[in-house]
């Protein structure tokens, strides 16, 4: 029997460069994947079904939510988003490691119902990078990017609920930070949780 994959929750508020973060760790590694999530979301160009997410009518999806489908689920600036049970569970079962890229509401609900798993929360270094970093991604107006910045306050208020913190100033070190997290939970060690209290402190006032 194969033994069973790791569960890891990775958390950031939007622009601090999780995604990238998160593509770059699976091109460095073997045996990990993203779980893709089921969402309401209009589908954007490039996207592809199945790869990016699973997009479904709001409909559909809350009848998958009322058959108790989803690990987690959450409506965030109008769109749906939930974690399938059943793809996470086979996919651990088959001895491969899964990463949720979730927020910390969708962390605190896989938290109730899967206990074998490890978060990790991705700071930027500045509110002002923050800030910098969304509004060159060039895919939303002022009004959703001033949205996005109050949600990044209520975001990282809760990384105390995280086993590591991680600061993605330097990408190259973060990644080589996030890859040396999940080789210590592989080899089963414990990780010695990291607080940049200064940091946060000036994020979150």
């Known amino acids: 029997m194969a033994n069973i994959g790791h569960l890891f929750i990775i958390s950031a508020p939007s622009g601090a460069g999780k995604t ?3 593509k770059a760790l699976l091109e460095a590694l073997s045996g990990i994947q993203v779980s893709v999530s089921h969402t309401t979301r209009t589908q ?5 079904p199945g790869v990016d997410y699973h997009f479904f009518d709001k409909v559909s999806f809350q009848e998958i939510a009322a058959n108790d489908g989803f690990l987690e689920h959450a409506t965030v600036f109008g769109n749906s ?6 793809l996470v569970e086979h996919t651990l079962n088959q001895g491969v490691d899964v990463i949720l890229e979730i927020d ?6 896989v938290r109730k119902v899967m206990n ?3 978060s990790i929360f991705i700071l930027p270094p500045s509110k002002q990078v923050l800030e910098d970093r969304l509004r060159h991604r060039g895919q939303d107006s002022d009004e959703i990017i001033e949205k996005r910045m109050c949600a990044a306050v209520d975001e990282i208020s809760h990384y105390n ?3 590591v913190i991680i600061v993605n100033d330097d990408f190259n070190e973060a990644l080589d930070e996030l890859k040396s997290v999940v080789m210590h939970q592989r080899m089963g060690r414990s990780v010695t949780k990291q607080l940049h209290q200064e940091l946060i402190d000036q994020l979150v006032n």
């Not at 988003?81 to 059943?86: A, M």
């Open 44 to 48: 954007r160009a490039g996207e592809e």
């Open 20 to 22: 990238s973060l998160v």
């Open 104 to 109: 910390w509401q969708g962390a605190q609900q």
């Open 161 to 163: 609920e995280y086993d």
């Open 81 to 86: 988003y939930g974690t399938s049970r059943e």
């Open 116 to 118: 074998n798993n490890f």
